[in-house]
């Protein structure tokens, strides 16, 4: 399952019957319409009404019939704020607030969707390949869901590392070291946050080292492992700069990325071709000889 330092955390029956129960007293005291957000908000809104026990709480099939809405989770807010925006004034609620404690930041699996964690994530990946028109039971697709949540496994692997425990020193090797290190052409796989398309390019390191060194194969790792992430090209160039600089010590670290973001290429402008070119230089990289040096050689 893909997750980064959280944990998962499956959701009991039994906590589920006391989140209802909460939600069912915070309910109008005289007549009650509750319209079950889809799709999770259907059994959560059957819970609430279960623990309501009260002919004057009932379902509605329609929003703008409901008093009020019972979704079965509040994770970013964008939903209970859509609702709340098209029907001023009516209460909307969650059994699971994903914004709180002791729920912040996990991932959360409910009864409903079953034990096997990639459940949710595949039946999701079925729904968006309905949304853009296909079947997802066509014989070509009948294994996608599966195959898409292992391939975001390996495409965003990179929040499962801890960059410290990626970067290791040296000073045995490190003696009268003090000439640019420099590595070339690295391999950037990533994917922009905006849209979850992909970007592809090459990053150029180098540091001066300052009695410490790393293992040359290191660096690349250390790219990998920020790349695999959610990013703009701008911050993925600052985060490799700011882990060598940090965890090194160097007196110098220079970055350059040059990358295609498909973003670009096949929506919007739809322009091909081209590259987006950021950098990120650090102590003696910012001036002089060694800033010369270092960006020759990056072209």
Sequence with gaps: ML???NAVIHLSHNLLLEKAAEVARKLPPK???VYPVPR???PAAYLVLAAAARPTVRIVDKPELATVFVDDLVDSGRTRARYMGRYPGKPFFGLVDKSVAPFKGQWLVFPWEGAEQHQSIEDNIVRVLQYIGEDPQREGLKDTPKRVASALGEWFSGYKVNPHEVIRAFKDG???CDE???VKDIPVY???EHHLAPIFGRAT???VPNKRIIGLSKIPRLVEVFARRLQVQERLTNQ??????????PRGVGVVIKARHLCMESRGIKQQGHETITSSLRGVFKKGTVRAEFLSLAR
């Design 3 to 5: 997750r980064g330092r």
């Design 31 to 33: 007549r009650c319409y």
């Design 40 to 42: 999770g908000g259907v």
């Design 174 to 176: 490190a003696e009268e």
């Design 180 to 182: 640019m290190v420099f």
């Design 190 to 192: 990533s994917h922009c």
């Design 205 to 207: 390191v180098a540091y």
């Design 240 to 249: 490799i700069s700011h882990a060598l600089a940090t965890m090194l010590k």
